[in-house]
């Protein structure tokens, strides 16, 4: 099946199919949060992309998953980039 995206950010959608699934069984978001040591509610919101990734978190989830903060940052600004070009279309649309 797949995500969709306008429920998830893309570094969302990253933790939740490429990190926490790959695990056998999958990592629920409560373990993770517990291992990040960050409150659940926290770690929803930034997976369903009502939160943006923080510094802190950007480097527990790199330490967590073996990868870097500019990755997770980096997951951020795409997500940002998107989110701007979708919403000045729109509005582009309403104008005409």
Not at 68 to 85: K, M, P
Request: with cysteine; charged share 25%; aromatic share 10%.
């Amino acid at each position: 099946w797949r995500i969709c995206l306008k429920n998830r950010s893309i570094q969302g959608e990253v933790l939740g199919e490429v990190y926490m699934k790959a695990f056998h069984p999958p990592v629920t978001v409560t373990d993770l949060a517990n291992s990040l040591d960050v409150s659940v509610r926290e770690l929803n919101r930034f997976i369903e992309g009502k939160q943006p990734v923080t510094m802190p978190l950007a480097v527990r989830l790199a330490i967590r998953f073996r990868t870097t903060t500019r990755f997770w940052i980096g997951l951020q600004h795409q997500y940002n980039d998107r989110f701007r070009a979708s919403t000045a279309h729109h509005l582009h649309r309403l104008k005409r």
